[in-house]
């Protein structure tokens, strides 16, 4: 997944990096509103945890912003603020989870996965398409009962691939979510990712679900052509 962090404590915002990180996400930070709130709009993130006490623009004036202008993205309020005002306020307000400091990082991580699994991503542990099955949880990956040894980025690749499987998706697409880096145009490894995968995925079947689409970027399906 992609998360956005908007939180001005700078050793805070990191010490949450490194442990999303850890858990295979892709993760951006922002140390003020304004920043965060350009980033949220911008950027295809799966889920943002957001500070209230912000410099610029206040933490509820950018819940309020997205809501009107990405109602679907799932939003965790993180805060020092621990009266049942400010919770009821910020969950009207459009919040889908509100956790007060200190906090745990398990907890944190867990309110994330739940959030995750409610939105509009798959939620299943295995992922499957035809006769490929990625395990979330095991980390392993089967392709008519054939295991398939795969790196961590080909690991990552693939799983945001099947969790859009259907989908058209372009290279910065792919490129933000799996390697968290902007897109440039003149780098081909998403490239060279998809012909490692394809040469461990699809080779040797005759049914091949890594699709090439011309002049967008690729796609998984199931029926050997893109949709």
Not at 136 to 141: F, L, P
Request: one cysteine or more; glycine letters at 6%.
């Amino acid at each position: 997944m992609r998360i956005l962090i908007v939180e001005d404590d700078a050793p805070l915002s990191s010490f949450i990096k490194k442990g999303l990180e850890a858990e295979h996400h892709a993760v951006d930070a922002a140390l003020d509103g304004e920043q965060g709130l350009s980033m949220a709009l911008g950027i295809d993130y799966d889920l943002a945890v957001l500070d209230l006490n912000l410099p610029g623009l206040d933490g509820l004036t950018v819940l309020k912003n997205l809501r009107q202008r990405k109602p679907k993205l799932p939003v965790i309020i993180l805060t020092a603020r621990s009266r049942v005002e400010d919770r009821v306020q910020c969950l009207d307000s459009g919040a889908d989870d509100y956790l007060v400091k200190p906090f745990s990082f398990l907890e944190l991580s867990a309110r994330a996965r739940a959030l995750l699994r409610r939105s509009h991503l798959p939620s299943e542990s295995v992922l499957t398409v035809l006769d490929l099955s990625l395990d979330r949880v095991e980390r392993k990956v089967q392709r008519g009962g054939r295991p398939i040894e795969l790196t961590v980025k080909e690991f990552a690749l693939l799983e945001y691939l099947m969790r859009n499987a259907g989908r058209r998706l372009t290279r910065a697409m792919i490129i933000e979510h799996v390697w968290n880096l902007t897109f440039d145009s003149a780098t081909n490894i998403v490239d060279v990712y998809i012909n490692y995968l394809r040469r461990k995925v699809d080779d040797g079947f005759q049914a091949p679900l890594i699709q090439t689409v011309r002049g967008v970027g690729y796609q998984l399906t199931a029926s050997g052509r893109p949709q």
